[in-house]
T-cell receptor
């Protein structure tokens, strides 16, 4: 059973550019959540997808958008990048929406915006 | 707005010692999670606590939840160097049945030989 994978591992962009980050869920998991972790902080919830539909969103502007595909892999897109978008982006998958299901986190994509 | 506070944020302790770290949260929730993060790595799930009075133990770590006090503790017994990491607690915002976690800032633990 493969775990959660993310690509790329590192990325450097400049202000105003757009970026797409990718996440492959753990096998059989239909729920994916995305988090932003700034240096020295805890992760902050961006949004969640369940069976290809957005199922909740945190306090992030609309330039943060996402998709979930039929195979439950997911993308996070960020438009008009700002310096403060520099962070570790984590995706987490879980077997379902049930509260007792553990979220399994991927290794993250570290984004640097110059 | 749900806020999650951890204390202490930094802890340096010697091997063999015991210590308890705390996680307080501001609004009602029955679901609390503890994660570990090693430098430059992702988050590893440690405990899922789903009801008042829940207690879970794994190795030298034991976590408990008091939903009335909105408090969770993570107790470290006879610390070893391998426990050095950052520990996060996270609380479910409770929007439907989905996990939309609000994390604390994390507690960086250093265990010295």
């Amino acid at each position: 059973e493969t775990g959660v994978t993310q690509s790329p591992t590192h990325l450097i962009k400049t202000r105003g550019q757009q970026v797409t980050l990718r996440c492959s869920s753990q096998s059989g998991h239909n729920t994916v959540s995305w988090y932003q972790q700034a240096l020295g902080q805890g992760p902050q919830f961006i949004f969640q997808y369940y069976r290809e539909e957005e199922n909740g969103r945190g306090n992030f502007p609309p330039r943060f958008s996402g998709l979930q595909f039929p195979n439950y892999s997911s993308e996070l897109n960020v438009n008009a990048l700002e310096l403060d978008d520099s962070a570790l982006y984590l995706c987490a998958s879980s077997l379902s929406l049930a509260a007792q299901e553990t979220q399994y986190f991927g290794p993250g994509t570290r984004l640097l915006v110059l | 707005e749900l806020k999650v506070e951890q204390n202490p944020l930094f802890l340096s302790m010697q091997e063999g010692k015991n210590y308890t770290i705390y996680c307080n949260y501001s609004t009602t929730s029955d679901r609390l999670y503890w994660y570990r993060q090693d430098p430059g790595k992702s988050l590893e799930s440690l405990f899922v606590l789903l009801s008042n009075g829940a207690v879970k133990q794994e190795g030298r770590l034991m976590a408990s939840l008091d939903t009335k006090a909105r408090l969770s503790t993570l107790h470290i017994t006879a610390a070893v160097h391998d426990l050095s990491a950052t520990y996060f607690c996270a609380v479910d915002r409770g929007q439907g049945g989905s996990e939309k976690l609000v994390f604390g800032k994390g507690m960086k633990l250093t265990v010295n030989p």
